[in-house]
Protein backbone atom coordinates (compact mmCIF):
# COMPACT_ATOMS: atom_id res chain seq x y z
CA UNK A 1 0.00 0.00 0.00
CA UNK A 2 1.45 3.50 -0.94
CA UNK A 3 1.14 5.70 2.26
CA UNK A 4 0.52 9.13 1.13
CA UNK A 5 0.91 12.12 3.72
CA UNK A 6 -3.18 13.80 3.70
CA UNK A 7 -4.18 17.04 4.86
CA UNK A 8 -6.05 15.56 7.51
CA UNK A 9 -7.77 12.47 8.17
CA UNK A 10 -10.83 13.03 6.94
CA UNK A 11 -13.57 16.25 6.82
CA UNK A 12 -16.82 15.37 8.44
CA UNK A 13 -20.05 17.06 8.34
CA UNK A 14 -22.29 17.26 11.33
CA UNK A 15 -26.12 16.48 10.28
CA UNK A 16 -27.52 17.24 13.39
CA UNK A 17 -26.49 19.68 16.28
CA UNK A 18 -28.25 20.95 19.16
CA UNK A 19 -29.98 23.78 19.44
CA UNK A 20 -29.01 26.83 20.90
CA UNK A 21 -31.91 29.12 19.72
CA UNK A 22 -32.99 29.83 23.29
CA UNK A 23 -29.54 30.93 24.20
CA UNK A 24 -29.31 32.69 21.09
CA UNK A 25 -32.46 34.94 21.88
CA UNK A 26 -31.18 35.37 25.83
CA UNK A 27 -27.46 36.75 24.45
CA UNK A 28 -28.68 38.78 21.44
CA UNK A 29 -26.72 41.88 21.46
CA UNK A 30 -26.58 45.21 19.06
CA UNK A 31 -24.09 44.62 16.78
CA UNK A 32 -21.90 47.19 17.98
CA UNK A 33 -18.79 48.91 16.62
CA UNK A 34 -18.03 46.13 13.82
CA UNK A 35 -21.73 46.46 12.25
CA UNK A 36 -21.93 50.08 13.06
CA UNK A 37 -18.94 50.55 10.39
CA UNK A 38 -20.40 47.72 7.91
CA UNK A 39 -23.06 50.25 7.38
CA UNK A 40 -21.14 52.83 5.95
CA UNK A 41 -21.47 52.42 2.16
CA UNK A 42 -18.14 51.27 0.19
CA UNK A 43 -15.64 52.93 0.00
CA UNK A 44 -14.06 54.51 -3.15
CA UNK A 45 -10.36 55.14 -3.17
CA UNK A 46 -9.01 58.72 -3.10
CA UNK A 47 -7.90 59.75 -6.04
CA UNK A 48 -4.61 61.04 -4.53
CA UNK A 49 -3.99 57.29 -3.83
CA UNK A 50 -4.96 55.93 -7.09
CA UNK A 51 -1.68 56.44 -8.62
CA UNK A 52 0.34 54.24 -5.50
CA UNK A 53 0.84 50.56 -5.99
CA UNK A 54 -2.14 48.74 -5.31
CA UNK A 55 -1.79 46.53 -2.00
CA UNK A 56 0.83 48.71 -0.33
CA UNK A 57 1.19 48.78 3.31
CA UNK A 58 -1.25 47.17 5.73
CA UNK A 59 -4.70 46.96 4.94
CA UNK A 60 -8.21 47.77 6.98
CA UNK A 61 -11.66 47.28 6.12
CA UNK A 62 -14.59 49.21 4.69
CA UNK A 63 -17.71 47.81 5.03
CA UNK A 64 -17.34 44.69 2.52
CA UNK A 65 -14.07 45.80 0.91
CA UNK A 66 -10.41 45.53 2.48
CA UNK A 67 -8.77 48.52 1.44
CA UNK A 68 -4.54 48.87 1.63
CA UNK A 69 -3.21 51.40 3.40
CA UNK A 70 -3.52 54.45 0.76
CA UNK A 71 -7.25 53.35 0.84
CA UNK A 72 -7.29 51.69 -2.40
CA UNK A 73 -9.69 48.72 -2.78
CA UNK A 74 -7.72 45.44 -3.11
CA UNK A 75 -8.11 41.58 -3.76
CA UNK A 76 -6.62 38.85 -1.84
CA UNK A 77 -6.43 36.24 -4.80
CA UNK A 78 -4.55 34.04 -3.11
CA UNK A 79 -3.12 29.72 -2.49
CA UNK A 80 -2.50 28.05 0.51
CA UNK A 81 1.06 26.26 1.10
CA UNK A 82 0.64 24.08 4.06
CA UNK A 83 3.19 21.58 5.92
CA UNK A 84 4.16 23.95 8.91
CA UNK A 85 1.44 22.51 10.63
CA UNK A 86 2.33 18.84 10.15
CA UNK A 87 5.22 16.52 11.33
CA UNK A 88 7.23 18.04 9.20
CA UNK A 89 7.31 21.54 10.18
CA UNK A 90 7.89 23.51 7.61
CA UNK A 91 6.18 24.14 4.28
CA UNK A 92 5.93 20.64 2.07
CA UNK A 93 7.87 20.64 -1.19
CA UNK A 94 11.15 22.15 -0.18
CA UNK A 95 12.48 18.30 -0.43
CA UNK A 96 11.89 18.42 -4.70
CA UNK A 97 12.10 22.53 -5.12
CA UNK A 98 14.20 25.89 -3.87
CA UNK A 99 11.42 27.85 -1.84
CA UNK A 100 12.25 31.25 -4.03
CA UNK A 101 11.09 29.11 -6.93
CA UNK A 102 8.05 28.08 -5.86
CA UNK A 103 6.92 31.67 -4.36
CA UNK A 104 8.03 33.06 -7.55
CA UNK A 105 5.58 30.17 -9.82
CA UNK A 106 2.99 31.25 -7.40
CA UNK A 107 3.60 34.87 -8.63
CA UNK A 108 3.79 33.84 -12.13
CA UNK A 109 0.54 32.11 -11.93
CA UNK A 110 -1.33 35.61 -10.72
CA UNK A 111 -1.52 34.36 -6.77
CA UNK A 112 -0.60 37.30 -4.93
CA UNK A 113 -1.32 36.15 -1.46
CA UNK A 114 0.34 32.77 0.41
CA UNK A 115 -2.08 31.44 3.47
CA UNK A 116 0.54 29.57 5.14
CA UNK A 117 -0.65 26.76 8.02
CA UNK A 118 0.59 26.31 11.39
CA UNK A 119 0.54 24.52 14.44
CA UNK A 120 1.21 25.58 18.14
CA UNK A 121 4.17 23.07 18.14
CA UNK A 122 6.56 25.57 16.15
CA UNK A 123 6.84 27.82 19.02
CA UNK A 124 8.71 25.12 20.82
CA UNK A 125 12.09 25.28 18.53
CA UNK A 126 10.93 22.34 15.71
CA UNK A 127 13.47 21.82 13.60
CA UNK A 128 12.29 21.46 10.17
CA UNK A 129 12.52 18.04 8.02
CA UNK A 130 12.92 16.96 4.74
CA UNK A 131 14.57 20.39 3.09
CA UNK A 132 16.84 19.27 0.28
CA UNK A 133 20.34 21.92 0.35
CA UNK A 134 21.91 19.91 -2.20
CA UNK A 135 23.37 22.03 -4.93
CA UNK A 136 22.92 25.01 -3.56
CA UNK A 137 18.77 24.76 -3.11
CA UNK A 138 17.30 26.26 -0.05
CA UNK A 139 21.25 27.29 1.10
CA UNK A 140 19.92 30.18 3.36
CA UNK A 141 17.87 28.08 5.42
CA UNK A 142 20.42 25.62 6.75
CA UNK A 143 20.69 25.52 10.52
CA UNK A 144 17.18 27.27 10.90
CA UNK A 145 14.74 26.18 13.12
CA UNK A 146 10.75 26.49 11.87
CA UNK A 147 10.01 30.13 12.90
CA UNK A 148 13.44 31.14 10.98
CA UNK A 149 11.94 29.53 7.60
CA UNK A 150 9.15 30.79 8.41
CA UNK A 151 10.49 34.35 8.54
CA UNK A 152 12.43 33.70 4.77
CA UNK A 153 9.41 32.56 3.08
CA UNK A 154 7.81 35.23 4.31
CA UNK A 155 10.36 38.17 3.41
CA UNK A 156 10.77 36.88 0.03
CA UNK A 157 7.00 37.15 -0.88
CA UNK A 158 7.40 41.02 0.65
CA UNK A 159 10.29 41.33 -1.40
CA UNK A 160 8.21 40.32 -4.90
CA UNK A 161 5.31 42.40 -3.92
CA UNK A 162 2.83 39.19 -2.60
CA UNK A 163 1.52 38.65 0.38
CA UNK A 164 1.01 36.31 3.36
CA UNK A 165 -2.22 35.68 5.99
CA UNK A 166 -0.72 33.28 8.44
CA UNK A 167 -3.25 30.37 9.69
CA UNK A 168 -3.32 28.68 13.13
CA UNK A 169 -4.54 25.97 11.28
CA UNK A 170 -4.08 23.40 14.68
CA UNK A 171 -2.48 23.04 18.38
CA UNK A 172 0.08 20.21 17.61
CA UNK A 173 0.85 18.40 14.73
CA UNK A 174 -1.30 15.70 15.31
CA UNK A 175 -4.34 16.39 13.91
CA UNK A 176 -7.10 19.62 13.56
CA UNK A 177 -9.13 20.19 16.98
CA UNK A 178 -12.78 20.92 16.87
CA UNK A 179 -12.45 24.04 19.31
CA UNK A 180 -9.35 26.88 19.84
CA UNK A 181 -7.98 24.52 22.68
CA UNK A 182 -6.89 21.22 23.63
CA UNK A 183 -5.76 19.86 27.25
CA UNK A 184 -2.20 19.70 25.73
CA UNK A 185 -3.27 23.57 24.44
CA UNK A 186 -4.52 25.63 26.68
CA UNK A 187 -6.10 28.52 25.45
CA UNK A 188 -3.69 30.58 27.11
CA UNK A 189 -1.24 29.42 25.12
CA UNK A 190 -2.87 30.26 22.17
CA UNK A 191 -3.52 33.39 22.92
CA UNK A 192 0.41 33.72 23.74
CA UNK A 193 1.18 31.88 20.68
CA UNK A 194 -1.18 34.34 18.81
CA UNK A 195 0.96 37.41 20.49
CA UNK A 196 3.93 35.77 20.03
CA UNK A 197 3.66 35.64 15.86
CA UNK A 198 2.28 38.96 15.72
CA UNK A 199 4.74 40.21 17.53
CA UNK A 200 7.62 38.65 15.18
CA UNK A 201 6.24 40.42 12.51
CA UNK A 202 5.35 43.77 13.65
CA UNK A 203 6.61 45.99 11.14
CA UNK A 204 6.41 43.85 8.50
CA UNK A 205 3.41 44.85 6.19
CA UNK A 206 3.99 41.06 4.12
CA UNK A 207 2.04 39.61 7.11
CA UNK A 208 -1.58 41.47 6.29
CA UNK A 209 -3.42 38.93 9.12
CA UNK A 210 -3.69 36.18 11.30
CA UNK A 211 -6.74 33.73 10.74
CA UNK A 212 -7.16 32.50 14.22
CA UNK A 213 -7.97 29.02 13.99
CA UNK A 214 -8.47 26.64 11.49
CA UNK A 215 -12.23 25.28 10.64
CA UNK A 216 -14.03 25.81 14.28
CA UNK A 217 -16.61 22.69 14.60
CA UNK A 218 -19.19 21.01 16.96
CA UNK A 219 -19.04 21.42 19.87
CA UNK A 220 -17.89 25.45 18.68
CA UNK A 221 -20.80 27.30 18.70
CA UNK A 222 -21.52 30.52 17.44
CA UNK A 223 -23.41 33.51 19.78
CA UNK A 224 -24.33 31.06 22.62
CA UNK A 225 -22.41 32.63 25.44
CA UNK A 226 -20.46 29.48 26.73
CA UNK A 227 -16.96 30.45 27.48
CA UNK A 228 -15.73 27.40 26.80
CA UNK A 229 -17.18 26.61 23.01
CA UNK A 230 -18.39 30.08 21.90
CA UNK A 231 -16.22 30.36 19.01
CA UNK A 232 -17.18 34.14 18.29
CA UNK A 233 -16.50 34.91 22.02
CA UNK A 234 -12.95 33.61 21.88
CA UNK A 235 -12.01 34.79 18.49
CA UNK A 236 -12.21 38.30 20.28
CA UNK A 237 -10.13 36.92 23.22
CA UNK A 238 -7.62 35.72 19.93
CA UNK A 239 -7.86 39.02 18.07
CA UNK A 240 -7.74 41.37 20.94
CA UNK A 241 -3.97 39.45 21.63
CA UNK A 242 -3.09 39.97 17.92
CA UNK A 243 -3.95 43.39 18.23
CA UNK A 244 -2.25 44.07 21.07
CA UNK A 245 1.11 43.43 19.60
CA UNK A 246 0.35 45.09 16.01
CA UNK A 247 -2.79 46.89 15.84
CA UNK A 248 -2.42 47.09 11.85
CA UNK A 249 -2.85 43.36 11.42
CA UNK A 250 -6.33 41.92 9.91
CA UNK A 251 -8.34 39.38 11.54
CA UNK A 252 -9.40 36.79 9.88
CA UNK A 253 -12.51 34.26 12.23
CA UNK A 254 -13.43 31.41 10.52
CA UNK A 255 -17.04 30.12 10.85
CA UNK A 256 -18.39 27.20 12.84
CA UNK A 257 -20.14 23.43 11.96
CA UNK A 258 -24.00 24.69 13.41
CA UNK A 259 -25.60 27.49 13.86
CA UNK A 260 -29.47 27.26 14.97
CA UNK A 261 -29.46 23.68 14.16
CA UNK A 262 -28.36 24.29 10.59
CA UNK A 263 -24.97 22.78 9.62
CA UNK A 264 -22.51 23.04 6.86
CA UNK A 265 -18.96 22.25 6.56
CA UNK A 266 -16.46 22.51 9.36
CA UNK A 267 -15.14 26.41 9.47
CA UNK A 268 -17.81 27.30 6.95
CA UNK A 269 -21.19 28.35 8.87
CA UNK A 270 -21.41 32.02 9.06
CA UNK A 271 -24.59 32.19 9.84
CA UNK A 272 -24.85 33.53 13.52
CA UNK A 273 -21.95 36.43 12.32
CA UNK A 274 -24.93 38.97 11.37
CA UNK A 275 -26.54 38.34 14.63
CA UNK A 276 -23.66 38.05 16.68
CA UNK A 277 -20.52 40.04 15.14
CA UNK A 278 -17.24 39.60 16.27
CA UNK A 279 -16.13 42.99 17.95
CA UNK A 280 -12.44 44.16 18.46
CA UNK A 281 -11.26 47.47 19.92
CA UNK A 282 -9.77 48.33 16.89
CA UNK A 283 -12.36 49.01 14.34
CA UNK A 284 -11.90 47.93 10.59
CA UNK A 285 -10.07 44.99 11.33
CA UNK A 286 -12.41 41.75 10.88
CA UNK A 287 -12.43 39.99 7.84
CA UNK A 288 -14.78 36.49 7.97
CA UNK A 289 -13.67 33.32 6.70
CA UNK A 290 -15.82 30.46 5.31
CA UNK A 291 -14.37 27.35 3.99
CA UNK A 292 -16.46 25.56 0.98
CA UNK A 293 -15.26 22.16 -0.95
CA UNK A 294 -16.63 19.53 -3.42
CA UNK A 295 -17.49 16.11 -3.41
CA UNK A 296 -13.74 14.95 -3.67
CA UNK A 297 -13.72 15.91 0.36
CA UNK A 298 -17.46 14.98 0.95
CA UNK A 299 -21.09 14.36 -0.58
CA UNK A 300 -23.19 16.84 0.75
CA UNK A 301 -27.52 16.67 0.26
CA UNK A 302 -27.47 19.98 -2.29
CA UNK A 303 -25.03 18.25 -4.57
CA UNK A 304 -27.56 15.40 -5.38
CA UNK A 305 -30.66 18.80 -5.73
CA UNK A 306 -32.65 18.63 -9.26
CA UNK A 307 -31.91 22.14 -9.15
CA UNK A 308 -28.27 21.97 -8.94
CA UNK A 309 -25.49 24.15 -9.54
CA UNK A 310 -28.53 26.73 -9.58
CA UNK A 311 -29.28 26.20 -5.79
CA UNK A 312 -25.91 26.80 -5.05
CA UNK A 313 -25.66 30.86 -4.88
CA UNK A 314 -28.47 30.30 -2.62
CA UNK A 315 -26.72 28.20 -0.25
CA UNK A 316 -23.76 30.33 -0.29
CA UNK A 317 -26.06 33.40 0.96
CA UNK A 318 -27.09 31.64 3.61
CA UNK A 319 -23.99 30.58 5.22
CA UNK A 320 -21.55 33.42 4.02
CA UNK A 321 -22.39 34.96 1.04
CA UNK A 322 -25.18 37.58 3.08
CA UNK A 323 -21.96 39.28 4.93
CA UNK A 324 -20.76 40.37 1.77
CA UNK A 325 -24.49 41.16 0.22
CA UNK A 326 -25.27 43.27 2.97
CA UNK A 327 -21.98 45.30 3.33
CA UNK A 328 -21.71 44.18 6.65
CA UNK A 329 -17.94 42.77 6.29
CA UNK A 330 -15.35 41.34 3.59
CA UNK A 331 -15.80 37.54 3.46
CA UNK A 332 -12.66 35.55 2.61
CA UNK A 333 -12.59 32.05 1.36
CA UNK A 334 -9.75 30.61 2.94
CA UNK A 335 -10.09 27.36 1.53
CA UNK A 336 -12.05 25.64 -1.34
CA UNK A 337 -10.75 23.59 -3.43
CA UNK A 338 -11.24 19.68 -5.43
CA UNK A 339 -9.54 17.20 -7.78
CA UNK A 340 -11.87 18.29 -10.14
CA UNK A 341 -12.45 14.65 -11.22
CA UNK A 342 -16.07 14.08 -10.80
CA UNK A 343 -18.56 15.94 -13.37
CA UNK A 344 -20.29 17.18 -10.32
CA UNK A 345 -17.24 18.92 -9.18
CA UNK A 346 -16.39 20.68 -12.20
CA UNK A 347 -19.99 22.14 -12.25
CA UNK A 348 -19.27 23.45 -8.53
CA UNK A 349 -16.17 25.14 -9.04
CA UNK A 350 -17.52 26.77 -11.89
CA UNK A 351 -20.33 28.55 -10.39
CA UNK A 352 -18.46 29.30 -7.26
CA UNK A 353 -15.76 31.01 -9.61
CA UNK A 354 -18.85 32.91 -10.84
CA UNK A 355 -20.32 33.75 -7.43
CA UNK A 356 -16.84 35.03 -6.35
CA UNK A 357 -17.19 37.78 -8.74
CA UNK A 358 -14.83 38.05 -11.61
CA UNK A 359 -12.11 40.51 -10.99
CA UNK A 360 -12.63 41.97 -14.76
CA UNK A 361 -15.99 42.77 -13.83
CA UNK A 362 -16.08 43.86 -10.17
CA UNK A 363 -12.31 44.59 -9.63
CA UNK A 364 -11.54 44.73 -5.98
CA UNK A 365 -14.94 44.88 -5.18
CA UNK A 366 -15.54 41.03 -4.75
CA UNK A 367 -15.20 38.34 -2.09
CA UNK A 368 -11.40 37.54 -1.23
CA UNK A 369 -9.84 33.80 -1.52
CA UNK A 370 -7.22 31.64 -1.45
CA UNK A 371 -7.51 27.69 -3.11
CA UNK A 372 -6.56 24.60 -1.10
CA UNK A 373 -3.80 24.06 -2.38
CA UNK A 374 -0.56 24.65 -3.52
CA UNK A 375 0.55 21.59 -2.79
CA UNK A 376 0.44 18.22 -4.58
CA UNK A 377 -0.07 16.12 -1.54
CA UNK A 378 -3.59 17.01 0.02
CA UNK A 379 -5.16 13.45 -0.44
CA UNK A 380 -8.90 15.27 -0.65
CA UNK A 381 -8.14 17.54 -3.47
CA UNK A 382 -4.67 17.36 -4.98
CA UNK A 383 -3.04 20.97 -5.77
CA UNK A 384 -2.28 23.30 -8.22
CA UNK A 385 1.13 21.37 -8.79
CA UNK A 386 1.14 18.40 -9.97
CA UNK A 387 2.98 15.23 -8.24
CA UNK A 388 6.02 16.23 -9.60
CA UNK A 389 6.27 19.31 -7.29
CA UNK A 390 7.06 21.57 -10.59
CA UNK A 391 4.69 21.29 -13.42
CA UNK A 392 1.08 23.24 -13.03
CA UNK A 393 -2.32 21.48 -13.18
CA UNK A 394 -3.10 24.03 -16.16
CA UNK A 395 -6.85 22.52 -16.06
CA UNK A 396 -7.75 23.70 -12.36
CA UNK A 397 -5.78 26.93 -12.60
CA UNK A 398 -7.88 27.87 -15.77
CA UNK A 399 -10.80 27.39 -13.52
CA UNK A 400 -9.53 30.41 -11.25
CA UNK A 401 -8.40 32.65 -14.32
CA UNK A 402 -11.29 34.92 -13.88
CA UNK A 403 -11.02 35.42 -10.42
CA UNK A 404 -7.31 36.16 -10.16
CA UNK A 405 -5.66 39.90 -9.33
CA UNK A 406 -2.29 39.76 -9.71
CA UNK A 407 -2.00 43.15 -8.89
CA UNK A 408 -4.54 42.60 -5.96
CA UNK A 409 -7.01 45.26 -7.79
CA UNK A 410 -6.17 44.19 -11.37
CA UNK A 411 -7.34 42.46 -14.42
CA UNK A 412 -6.68 38.42 -14.73
CA UNK A 413 -3.77 39.26 -17.52
CA UNK A 414 -1.47 40.49 -14.79
CA UNK A 415 1.22 43.17 -15.21
CA UNK A 416 0.37 46.57 -16.51
CA UNK A 417 -2.25 47.23 -18.85
CA UNK A 418 -0.70 47.90 -21.80
CA UNK A 419 3.06 46.33 -21.51
CA UNK A 420 4.10 45.60 -25.14
CA UNK A 421 7.65 45.67 -23.84
CA UNK A 422 9.71 42.31 -23.82
CA UNK A 423 12.30 41.49 -21.84
CA UNK A 424 15.81 41.45 -22.51
CA UNK A 425 17.39 38.08 -24.08
CA UNK A 426 19.04 35.57 -21.45
CA UNK A 427 22.47 35.32 -21.86
CA UNK A 428 25.02 33.37 -20.60
CA UNK A 429 23.20 30.30 -21.53
CA UNK A 430 25.64 27.31 -20.59
CA UNK A 431 25.37 23.69 -20.49
CA UNK A 432 26.27 22.91 -17.01
CA UNK A 433 26.20 19.15 -17.25
CA UNK A 434 25.24 15.59 -18.80
CA UNK A 435 24.41 12.24 -18.23
CA UNK A 436 23.67 9.48 -20.74
CA UNK A 437 20.17 10.95 -20.94
CA UNK A 438 19.78 14.27 -19.58
CA UNK A 439 21.64 17.60 -19.99
CA UNK A 440 21.22 20.17 -17.71
CA UNK A 441 21.35 24.31 -18.78
CA UNK A 442 21.96 27.41 -16.64
CA UNK A 443 21.67 31.49 -17.80
CA UNK A 444 21.78 34.66 -16.21
CA UNK A 445 18.31 36.50 -15.73
CA UNK A 446 16.49 38.59 -18.03
CA UNK A 447 15.45 41.88 -16.41
CA UNK A 448 11.59 43.51 -18.09
CA UNK A 449 10.03 46.95 -17.42
CA UNK A 450 7.59 45.21 -14.72
CA UNK A 451 8.68 41.45 -14.35
CA UNK A 452 9.99 38.69 -16.11
CA UNK A 453 7.55 35.42 -14.86
CA UNK A 454 9.53 32.77 -16.64
CA UNK A 455 11.38 31.28 -19.31
CA UNK A 456 10.51 28.50 -22.83
CA UNK A 457 13.61 26.27 -23.00
CA UNK A 458 13.75 24.60 -26.60
CA UNK A 459 15.12 22.27 -27.68
CA UNK A 460 16.28 22.89 -31.58
CA UNK A 461 12.76 24.24 -32.57
CA UNK A 462 10.86 22.67 -30.08
CA UNK A 463 9.42 23.70 -26.82
CA UNK A 464 10.69 21.39 -24.50
CA UNK A 465 9.48 22.97 -20.95
CA UNK A 466 9.30 25.80 -18.82
CA UNK A 467 11.07 27.24 -15.86
CA UNK A 468 10.74 29.86 -13.43
CA UNK A 469 14.52 30.24 -12.52
CA UNK A 470 17.25 30.50 -14.47
CA UNK A 471 18.08 26.42 -14.55
CA UNK A 472 16.65 23.59 -16.65
CA UNK A 473 17.05 20.11 -17.34
CA UNK A 474 16.27 17.68 -20.38
CA UNK A 475 15.43 14.77 -19.49
CA UNK A 476 15.04 11.23 -21.49
CA UNK A 477 17.44 11.98 -23.86
CA UNK A 478 19.57 9.35 -26.08
CA UNK A 479 23.18 8.51 -25.22
CA UNK A 480 26.28 9.86 -27.16
CA UNK A 481 24.40 12.55 -29.04
CA UNK A 482 24.46 16.29 -29.19
CA UNK A 483 21.67 18.96 -28.78
CA UNK A 484 20.95 22.53 -29.48
CA UNK A 485 19.45 24.74 -26.75
CA UNK A 486 18.38 28.29 -26.90
CA UNK A 487 16.21 30.11 -24.01
CA UNK A 488 13.39 32.66 -24.44
CA UNK A 489 12.00 34.84 -21.57
CA UNK A 490 8.76 36.03 -21.12
CA UNK A 491 6.27 38.99 -18.90
CA UNK A 492 3.10 38.73 -17.26
CA UNK A 493 1.77 40.52 -20.27
CA UNK A 494 2.99 37.53 -22.65
CA UNK A 495 5.85 39.51 -24.70
CA UNK A 496 8.95 37.46 -25.36
CA UNK A 497 12.24 37.75 -25.77
CA UNK A 498 14.11 36.49 -28.61
CA UNK A 499 15.55 33.62 -28.55
CA UNK A 500 19.40 33.42 -26.75
CA UNK A 501 22.71 32.19 -28.37
CA UNK A 502 22.13 28.31 -28.65
CA UNK A 503 24.75 25.59 -27.11
CA UNK A 504 25.20 22.39 -27.72
CA UNK A 505 25.16 19.46 -25.39
CA UNK A 506 26.21 16.02 -26.06
CA UNK A 507 24.86 13.63 -23.60
CA UNK A 508 27.47 10.80 -22.21
CA UNK A 509 27.98 7.39 -23.63
CA UNK A 510 26.32 4.62 -21.86
CA UNK A 511 27.65 1.74 -20.02
CA UNK A 512 29.46 2.46 -16.20
CA UNK A 513 28.67 0.97 -13.07
CA UNK A 514 25.56 1.22 -11.00
CA UNK A 515 25.02 1.61 -7.45
CA UNK A 516 23.48 3.61 -4.71
CA UNK A 517 23.39 4.06 -0.82
CA UNK A 518 21.09 5.31 1.74
CA UNK A 519 21.52 7.19 5.21
CA UNK A 520 18.85 7.97 7.49
CA UNK A 521 18.10 11.16 9.50
CA UNK A 522 15.65 10.87 12.68
CA UNK A 523 13.55 13.28 13.59
CA UNK A 524 12.38 11.70 17.16
CA UNK A 525 9.36 13.24 19.47
CA UNK A 526 8.94 10.28 21.76
CA UNK A 527 5.33 9.01 20.43
CA UNK A 528 6.45 9.25 16.97
CA UNK A 529 8.89 9.97 14.39
CA UNK A 530 10.20 11.57 11.23
CA UNK A 531 12.74 9.67 9.08
CA UNK A 532 14.83 11.38 6.20
CA UNK A 533 16.45 9.27 4.23
CA UNK A 534 18.57 10.68 1.39
CA UNK A 535 19.79 8.75 -1.60
CA UNK A 536 22.82 9.12 -3.23
CA UNK A 537 23.83 7.35 -6.68
CA UNK A 538 27.64 6.26 -6.02
CA UNK A 539 27.97 4.36 -9.33
CA UNK A 540 29.58 6.18 -12.48
CA UNK A 541 26.32 5.96 -14.78
CA UNK A 542 23.15 7.58 -14.13
CA UNK A 543 20.36 5.51 -12.24
CA UNK A 544 16.92 5.46 -13.80
CA UNK A 545 15.46 3.63 -10.24
CA UNK A 546 16.26 3.09 -6.80
CA UNK A 547 14.80 1.13 -4.09
CA UNK A 548 16.04 1.42 -0.53
CA UNK A 549 15.19 -1.56 2.62
CA UNK A 550 15.04 -1.42 6.32
CA UNK A 551 13.96 -2.92 9.07
CA UNK A 552 12.34 -1.73 12.08
CA UNK A 553 10.92 -3.76 14.87
CA UNK A 554 7.61 -4.30 15.87
CA UNK A 555 6.75 -1.37 17.82
CA UNK A 556 7.36 1.09 14.80
CA UNK A 557 4.70 1.85 12.35
CA UNK A 558 4.20 4.08 9.28
CA UNK A 559 1.84 6.16 9.11
CA UNK A 560 2.87 8.62 5.77
CA UNK A 561 5.31 9.13 3.53
CA UNK A 562 6.28 11.77 0.58
CA UNK A 563 8.75 11.51 -2.41
CA UNK A 564 8.45 7.71 -2.37
CA UNK A 565 6.22 4.72 -2.61
CA UNK A 566 6.64 2.75 0.82
CA UNK A 567 5.38 -0.54 1.85
CA UNK A 568 5.42 -2.16 5.29
CA UNK A 569 5.06 -5.73 5.88
CA UNK A 570 5.27 -6.76 9.33
CA UNK A 571 8.82 -5.19 10.56
CA UNK A 572 10.39 -4.80 6.98
CA UNK A 573 10.30 -1.28 5.14
CA UNK A 574 10.09 -1.00 1.61
CA UNK A 575 10.60 2.70 -0.57
CA UNK A 576 11.15 2.80 -4.55
CA UNK A 577 11.28 6.29 -6.03
CA UNK A 578 8.76 7.97 -7.91
CA UNK A 579 7.90 9.11 -11.42
CA UNK A 580 10.24 12.09 -11.09
CA UNK A 581 12.66 11.71 -8.58
CA UNK A 582 14.28 7.90 -9.87
CA UNK A 583 16.70 9.25 -12.38
CA UNK A 584 20.08 10.73 -10.66
CA UNK A 585 23.19 11.63 -12.39
CA UNK A 586 26.51 9.90 -10.93
CA UNK A 587 26.91 11.56 -7.56
CA UNK A 588 23.63 12.96 -7.59
CA UNK A 589 21.15 12.73 -4.51
CA UNK A 590 17.56 13.35 -3.46
CA UNK A 591 15.49 12.80 -0.65
CA UNK A 592 12.22 11.31 0.62
CA UNK A 593 10.97 11.02 4.21
CA UNK A 594 8.62 8.51 6.08
CA UNK A 595 6.46 9.46 9.42
CA UNK A 596 5.56 6.85 11.51
CA UNK A 597 4.01 6.18 15.39
CA UNK A 598 5.70 4.26 18.12
CA UNK A 599 3.04 1.60 19.72
CA UNK A 600 6.06 0.37 22.23
CA UNK A 601 8.04 2.62 24.52
CA UNK A 602 11.72 2.26 23.78
CA UNK A 603 11.28 0.75 20.14
CA UNK A 604 14.63 1.46 18.34
CA UNK A 605 14.38 3.41 15.26
CA UNK A 606 17.84 3.19 14.24
CA UNK A 607 18.43 1.79 11.07
CA UNK A 608 20.64 0.64 8.14
CA UNK A 609 19.26 1.12 5.04
CA UNK A 610 20.42 -0.53 1.81
CA UNK A 611 19.70 0.68 -1.00
CA UNK A 612 19.57 -0.83 -4.88
CA UNK A 613 19.74 0.95 -8.24
CA UNK A 614 18.68 0.34 -11.55
CA UNK A 615 20.66 2.01 -14.88
Known sequence: MRLQLCRRLTRRFGRSAAAFTAAAAILSAPLGVQSAQAAAPVAAPAAAAAAASAGAGYWHTSGRQILDEAGQPVRIAGINWFGFETGNYVAHGLWSRDYKSMIDQMKSLGYNTIRLPYSDDIFKGTAPASINTSGGMNADLVGLDSLGVMDKIVNYAGTIGMKVILD?????????????????????????????????????SAVVGIDLHNEPHDPACWG???????????????????????????????????????????????????QYPVQLSVPN???????????????????????????????????????FNQNIAPVWVGEFG?????????KWLKALVQYLRPTATYGAD????????????????????????????????????????????????????????????????????????????????????????????????????????????DSGLTAATAYSYTVR???????????????????????????????????????????????????????????????????????????????????????????????????ASTTFGVQATRTVAGASAAATPSCTATS
Not at 244 to 269: D, M
Request: net charge negative; charged share 10%; glycine share 12%.
Open 168 to 204: RHRPDSGGQSALWYTSAVPESTWLANLKAIATRYAGN
Open 224 to 274: CGDAATDWRLAAQRGGEAVLSANSKLLIFVEGVQTFNGSSYWWGGNLQGAG
Open 285 to 323: RVVYSAHDYATSVAQQTWFSDPSFPANMPGIWDKNWGYL
Open 338 to 346: TTLQSTVDQ
Open 366 to 473: SFQWTFWSWNPNSGDTGGILNDDWTTVNTTKDAYLADIKAPGFAGSTGGGSGGDTQAPTVPAGLAVTGTTSTSATLSWTASTDNVGVTGYDVYRGTTKVGTATGTTYT
Open 489 to 587: ARDAAGNVSTASAAVTATTASAGGSSGCSATVALNDWGSGLTATVTVTNTGTRPTTGWQVAWTWPSGLTVTSSWSANVTQTGQSITAGNMSYNGALAPA
